[in-house]
């Protein structure tokens, strides 16, 4: 059975940081690039960020470059998000996803609000 769960969530205040960790399972993780999305509110999920299995490759949508950082720790079947420097529009609910897979996470909701 597939599972990614989101944790990391929360009320975060603008210039603060959080870190989001996915836990997967069910699936042959090291050998998977992993991503993180975001949906804001009355918006389109978009791509935040990308990690390649094995050379830890990373890619970023251009709003989180230089703020955010995706690694991912393949003993422990783990992806993390560090958010930096965050900012209201930042706002959404963050999911982990095995994109070439087709799996997804059931979200976590990041709030940045003073």
């Known amino acids: 059975q597939v599972r990614l769960v989101e944790s990391g969530g929360g009320l975060v205040q603008p210039g603060g940081s959080l870190r989001l960790s996915c836990a997967a399972s069910?699936?042959?993780?090291?050998?998977?690039?992993m991503s993180w999305y975001r949906q804001a509110p009355g918006k389109e999920r978009e791509f935040v960020a990308r990690?390649?299995?094995?050379?830890?490759?990373?890619s970023y949508t251009e709003s989180v470059k230089g703020r955010f950082a995706i690694s991912r720790d393949n003993v422990l079947n783990t992806v993390y998000l560090q958010m930096n420097s965050v900012k209201v529009e930042d706002t959404a609910v963050y999911y982990c996803?095995?994109?070439?897979?087709?799996?997804w996470g059931q979200g976590t909701r990041v709030t940045v609000s003073s």
């Open positions: 069910g699936f042959a993780f090291g050998t998977t690039a």
């Open positions: 990690i390649s299995p094995t050379t830890g490759t990373t």
């Open positions: 996803a095995a994109i070439n897979k087709g799996y």
